[in-house]
């Protein structure tokens, strides 16, 4: 091993986040023959300065530090395998067994409002709505679970990383996407969740890294990222949103939705949307596509915007601003004040419909002619 392949990283303790944590098991592994020293630092701020000073090779953060602190002189092209990126909830039932009326303490906006698009009959309240949660994210982890233990609630949400530092193996559900089974509630991640970046300066040899970086991952952030710059910062805690790198074959077998509603005997020749450079062959299972899911939800949970899309990779970019774009024209209509049809026949088709829609339930007469969205929503 020449000294070429020794590099300094410079970790600082974890923060909740699952990064540090990450990175340590990354240069215990020594992946590809690399000569990873480890050098503790005590915050990330002082691990970045000493970055930007030479003295060291690699700093480990999490994608939404990154995003938040985007520095011109850092690459953010290495990118490890990203961890899984939905919560778990803490408690003994899952979200569909809560009793009746139970009360889930969510970290976030958006959780919180999928929560309760899953279960309009409990209540969901954000940590800081119940009491006065201490500040440290492991001692805020650690009074929650007090909390259920002692009956005041019957489970909280939280991230994977945070979940493992609790001195007991409390019981956790995972919120996940469920593209195997449309029957359960599905809870999209948050954005940039499960990212872990090794920021190099500029002229950092990153072609050393190249076997044990992924480059789907890295192509994900970059496009999650993106999609984030054009969406209004008061927003942002309130959309869920995953881009993946997939392979066919696994698209295929998401039996939940896509898969199962092909209806073909040879699904991979027959989806057309599929096609590659040869209109008349269809992908190989083994291609890759990237799966791209965005969506917000009322302040109730009972209205939401959603887009999917899957595309080829070479077609990330227009592939996402596509997304992106229907999104927005679905919130725009999401925020409109319908009118009244006017016309004779129309009107009465319309009156009928309605009427209907009351009569089981699925209307209340309040938002008959009120925006899906309200002020309050976004």
Not at 116 to 124: A, F, N, Y
Not at 210 to 221: F, N, P, R, T
Not at 245 to 261: A, E, F, M, P
Request: some cysteine; overall charge negative.
């Amino acid at each position: 091993m020449s000294g070429d392949d020794r590099f300094e990283v410079l970790v600082y303790p974890e923060m909740g986040d699952g990064v540090s944590t990450h990175a340590h098991k990354f240069i215990e592994s020594s992946p590809d023959g690399l000569d990873l020293v480890l050098k503790e630092v005590p915050h990330v701020q002082t691990a970045i300065d000493l970055l930007l000073d030479g003295h060291g090779d690699v700093v480990p953060v999490s994608g939404e530090w990154w995003y938040n602190n985007r520095h011109k002189d850092l690459s953010s092209l290495l990118v490890l395998p990203r961890r899984e990126p939905t919560r778990v909830l803490v408690g003994e039932d899952k979200p569909e067994y809560i009793p009746k009326g139970g009360i889930i303490l969510a970290d976030c906006e958006v959780i919180k409002r999928q929560l309760l698009r899953s279960r309009s009959d409990v209540q969901v309240l954000l940590v800081e709505e119940f009491g006065d949660a201490p500040d440290d994210v492991f001692d805020r982890v650690v009074w929650l679970e007090g909390l259920r233990k002692d009956g005041s609630i019957d489970g909280f949400v939280t991230t994977r990383a945070l979940h493992s530092t609790l001195p007991s193996r409390a019981r956790r559900h995972t919120l996940g996407i469920q593209r195997q089974d449309d029957s359960r509630s599905r809870f999209v991640p948050i954005p940039l969740e499960g990212y872990t970046i090794l920021l190099t300066r500029k002229d950092f040899p990153s072609s050393r890294f190249s076997k044990v970086i992924d480059s789907g991952a890295s192509l994900s952030l970059r496009i999650e990222i993106m999609i984030l710059d054009s969406i209004e910062p008061e927003m942002h805690d309130k959309i869920a949103l995953v881009v993946e790198q997939r392979k066919v074959r696994t698209i295929l077998q998401d039996v939940g939705n896509r898969g199962r509603t092909l209806g073909s005997e040879n699904p991979l020749t027959e989806w057309k949307s599929f096609t590659v450079k040869d209109e008349k062959q269809g992908p190989k299972d083994s291609d890759p596509r990237i799966d791209i899911i965005l969506e917000t939800l009322s302040k109730d949970g009972t209205v939401t915007t959603s887009v999917e899309r899957i595309f080829p990779i070479e077609e990330s970019h227009s592939g996402a601003q596509n997304v992106l774009f229907n999104w927005q024209q679905l919130l725009k209509i999401a925020r409109e004040t319908p009118e009244e049809e006017k016309r004779g026949r129309m009107k009465q088709i319309m009156d009928d419909y309605i009427d209907d829609l009351v009569s089981k339930g699925r209307l209340s007469d309040d938002r008959i002619y009120s925006p899906l969205f309200k002020d309050g929503d976004y």
